[in-house]
C-alpha cells in the first residue's frame, strides 16, 4: 500500500534561508509524486509533480523537488525563503495499483522569519 | 470563476444534525473525490467516484454518504453530525485516461464545525 512521511510538522526559516521540506513515500510500482500548497483559508494547489520524467522537478514560486528511487525521497527545496513562501505544504503519492487514488502525508507548516 | 465550487464555505451546526456539503465543478472531468483534512492528519479520502454510476469507499468511510448527481456534481451527506466530524473538507476532480497522474484540482473548502 502507498503511505507517506513528511518529516517535520513545522519548519522555520529566516527570510532568504534555503527551505528544505522533506517527504518519504512508499510504493510497490513507480509512482507519482506531488507537492500541493495551501495557503491559509484556501484549498491547495499543485505546486510540482514527478511523473517519471526529469528526476528534478521544477515548480512554480521557485521551489523544486529531486525524485530519489534509492531513497524514497521526493525532498522539496527552495534557495531563498520569501515571506510569501508561509504555507502548508502537503507531499502526496499516487500510483496505478491505488487506482491514481491520491494519498497525502500529515503536512508541513512552513513559517518565514522577517 | 472557479472551477471547483463547495457550498457552503462555512457551516456551524449541532449534534445530531443532517447535513449536506455540495461540490459542482465545469472542469469536465469524471472524477471526484471528497477529502477531510485535520489538524496533524493530513487529507483523507472519504469517498471517491469515478463516474456517475460509480461510487466507492475511501478510507474514513464511516459516518458519511455520497451522491454523483451528474458527472458534474457530487455531494457529501452526514446523516447525523457528530463532533468529532468537525473539520476541513474539500472536493476534488482528477482526469483519467491516458497519461493519468491523480494530479488534483481542489475547491476552496468547506469548513464544518459540529458542536
Known amino acids: 500500500a502507498q503511505s507517506v512521511t513528511q518529516l517535520g510538522s513545522h519548519v522555520s526559516v529566516s527570510e532568504g534561508a534555503l527551505v528544505l521540506l522533506r517527504c518519504n513515500y512508499s510504493?510497490?510500482?513507480?509512482?507519482?509524486l506531488f507537492w500541493y500548497v495551501q495557503y491559509p483559508n484556501q484549498g491547495l494547489q499543485l505546486l510540482l509533480k514527478?511523473?517519471?520524467?526529469?528526476?528534478l522537478v521544477k515548480g512554480i514560486n521557485g521551489f523544486e523537488a529531486e525524485f530519489k528511487k534509492s531513497e524514497t525521497s521526493f525532498h522539496l527545496t527552495k534557495p531563498s525563503a520569501h515571506m510569501s513562501d508561509a504555507a502548508e505544504y502537503f507531499c502526496?503519492?499516487?500510483?496505478?495499483?491505488?487506482?491514481?487514488?491520491?494519498?497525502f502525508g500529515a503536512g508541513t507548516r512552513l513559517f518565514v522569519k522577517a | 470563476d472557479a472551477d471547483v465550487t463547495q457550498t457552503p464555505r462555512n457551516r456551524i451546526t449541532k449534534t445530531g444534525k443532517r447535513i449536506m456539503l455540495e461540490c459542482s465543478q465545469t472542469?469536465?472531468?469524471?472524477?471526484m473525490y471528497w477529502y477531510r483534512q485535520d489538524p496533524g492528519l493530513g487529507l483523507r479520502l472519504i469517498y471517491y467516484?469515478?463516474?456517475?454510476?460509480?461510487?466507492n469507499k475511501g478510507e474514513i468511510s464511516d459516518g458519511y454518504s455520497v451522491s454523483r448527481q451528474a458527472q458534474a456534481k457530487f455531494s457529501l451527506s452526514l446523516e447525523s453530525a457528530i463532533p468529532n466530524q468537525t473539520a476541513l473538507y474539500f472536493c476534488?476532480?482528477?482526469?483519467?485516461?491516458?497519461?493519468?497522474?491523480?494530479?488534483?484540482?481542489f475547491g476552496e473548502g468547506s469548513r464544518l464545525t459540529v458542536l
Open positions: 472542469k469536465g472531468h469524471d472524477r
Open positions: 476534488a476532480t482528477s482526469e483519467p485516461g491516458q497519461g493519468e497522474t491523480g494530479e488534483l484540482f
Open positions: 510504493s510497490s510500482v513507480p509512482p507519482y
Open positions: 514527478y511523473t517519471s520524467a526529469a528526476t
Open positions: 467516484s469515478f463516474d456517475v454510476k460509480d461510487i
Open positions: 502526496a503519492v499516487s500510483d496505478i495499483t491505488g487506482g491514481f487514488k491520491t494519498i
